[in-house]
């Protein structure tokens, strides 16, 4: 059988290399390198686990601003079983109402009836867009779905980004997607895992949202050294654009399963320098995990909602909860 199978594989590395490019996103010419921030979170957490759907887990935040108004959050829920997609609804970021699962995976589909969730909101152009995590729980990938009202979505009929080729540093997975726009583009940041089952971060670009190229270099974050904090996985990213910089809070693993978060900065997207700053959850509810950030920044302030638990798991059964706090400027004003 090898001489079969042999061929094949130029071909498909052929096919791979129309998906990869060399980008970085719009440089910006970097601030104060002094600069730093402290995180302050709720002693509470803002969306507890609730009942059915959600009693085992909720987690995955993803908020945006509607209308300069009402904030949107997709966020994940977790039933033993299966992990959903629901919607929640607020006018200040800390008292939500819940208006119900809008999203679950199609056993009949790629999707394998596992998960369809862990995703990632934006609205452009007026049309809600959400990038969403389904596949086999062993090599999940990236889907998209569209809507009008958050509340009935119409899901792409293929993933939108696949994991990578043979030996390639996301062969065994995509999911964890972050995205934000800076015309023409938009720009992912996803997780990848390779064969070694090691998680890292990476970024690809898309006119559309559908069709996306992968950065030839990537991954774009390594593991941390011996004994850091993210020794052991990289994952569940949030970029956003302030004090001259690009920003990104990602969560990492330890050893253990503990996670805590994580924060680089750049000035091009693509090349990114660790700060010397790890938040951990201060809580007995966030204790063990603090992870899944999304970030607006609204008023000079960087706003994050994340999950957290007080198990150290790596996917769920973390008794997982939606928090809140803000990343403020310390000795600087934080600016756009």
């Given at each position: 059988m090898k001489p079969a199978v042999r061929p094949l594989f130029p071909l498909l590395l052929l096919s791979a290399c129309g998906r990869y490019s060399d980008f970085t996103l719009p440089p910006v010419p970097g601030?104060?390198?002094?600069?730093?921030?402290?995180?302050?979170?709720?002693?509470?957490?803002?969306?507890?686990?609730?009942?059915?759907?959600?009693?085992?887990?909720?987690?995955?935040?993803?908020?945006?601003?509607?209308?300069?108004?009402?904030?949107?959050?997709?966020?994940?829920g977790f039933d033993g079983r299966t992990w959903h997609t629901g919607l929640a609804t607020s006018d200040d970021g800390q008292s939500w109402n819940r208006k119900g699962k809008v999203l679950s995976p199609d056993p009949q589909t790629w999707e394998a009836g596992y998960i369809a969730a862990n995703g990632s909101l934006i609205v452009h152009d007026g049309q809600p867009m959400y990038w969403y995590v389904a596949?086999?729980?062993?090599?999940?990938?990236?889907?998209?779905?569209?809507?009008?009202?958050?509340?009935?979505w119409h899901k792409e009929p293929l993933p939108v980004l696949e994991p990578g080729p043979y030996a390639s540093w996301d062969e065994y997975g995509v999911a964890d997607p972050y995205v934000?726009?800076?015309?023409?583009?938009f720009y992912l940041y996803y997780l990848g895992?390779?064969?070694?089952?090691?998680?890292?971060?990476?970024?690809a670009r898309s006119q559309d949202g559908v069709r996306w190229e992968k950065l030839r270099t990537n991954p774009i974050l390594e593991l941390g050294g011996p004994g850091a904090f993210d020794e052991a996985g990289l994952g569940e990213?949030?970029?956003?654009?302030?004090?001259?910089?690009y920003w990104m809070l990602y969560t990492g693993r330890d050893l253990h399963e503990n996670r805590r978060m994580g924060l680089a900065r750049s000035t091009d997207g693509v090349h990114?320098?660790?700060?010397?700053?790890?938040?951990?959850?201060?809580?007995?509810?966030?204790?063990?995990?603090?992870?899944?950030?999304?970030?607006?920044?609204?008023?000079?302030?960087?706003?994050?909602?994340?999950?957290?638990?007080?198990?150290?798991?790596?996917?769920?059964?973390?008794?997982?909860?939606?928090?809140?706090?803000?990343l403020e400027p310390v000795g600087a004003k934080l600016t756009k």
């Open positions: 601030g104060n390198p002094d600069f730093t921030f402290a995180f302050q979170s709720r002693p509470d957490p803002v969306i507890p686990r609730g009942q059915g759907w959600e009693s085992g887990d909720v987690l995955n935040p993803s908020v945006v601003r509607l209308d300069d108004q009402v904030l949107m959050n997709l966020y994940s596949g086999p729980k062993d090599r999940p990938r990236i889907g998209l779905a569209r809507s009008d009202d958050f509340r009935h934000i726009r800076i015309d023409p583009y895992q390779d064969r070694a089952r090691r998680q890292r971060l990476g970024v990213s949030a970029v956003w654009q302030s004090n001259l910089y990114w320098t660790r700060m010397p700053l790890v938040f951990g959850g201060g809580n007995l509810w966030d204790a063990k995990v603090i992870c899944d950030p999304t970030v607006l920044f609204e008023g000079g302030i960087a706003r994050v909602w994340f999950g957290g638990g007080d198990v150290a798991s790596p996917d769920e059964n973390l008794h997982g909860q939606i928090g809140y706090g803000t």
